[in-house]
């Protein structure tokens, strides 16, 4: 997966969070984000890589996120790997 589209893939991620109004709530308080901050970061790839990040601790948050981007459920870890910190190695 090219980075341009890993970062697609996590905005569509990041879009899909925001609808998931008590999801959205526990990735605000986990990152120390506030709402108004996502706008600006949103563009940055290492922000994207930790929205990928929060979504991939939970199987079931990935499943519901790709079954309604209509995507396979490998994606969101390809797309995580092209991001940066994405490289490395995880030993969980």
């Known amino acids: 997966m090219t980075r341009d589209g890993a970062e697609t893939l996590a905005l569509q ?3 899909w969070l925001a609808g998931q109004e008590a999801l959205f709530t526990r990735f605000l308080g986990d990152s ?4 108004q901050d996502i706008a600006v970061a949103a563009g940055d790839a290492a922000f994207l890589g930790a929205v990928l990040d929060f979504l991939l601790m939970e199987d079931a ?3 519901d996120f790709c079954d309604a981007a209509g995507i396979g459920y490998g994606m969101p870890m390809q797309a995580r790997a092209a991001l940066p910190g994405g490289q490395a190695m995880h030993w969980t």
């Open 13 to 15: 991620a990041l879009g």
């Open 32 to 35: 120390g984000a506030t709402a």
């Open 61 to 63: 948050w990935i499943i």
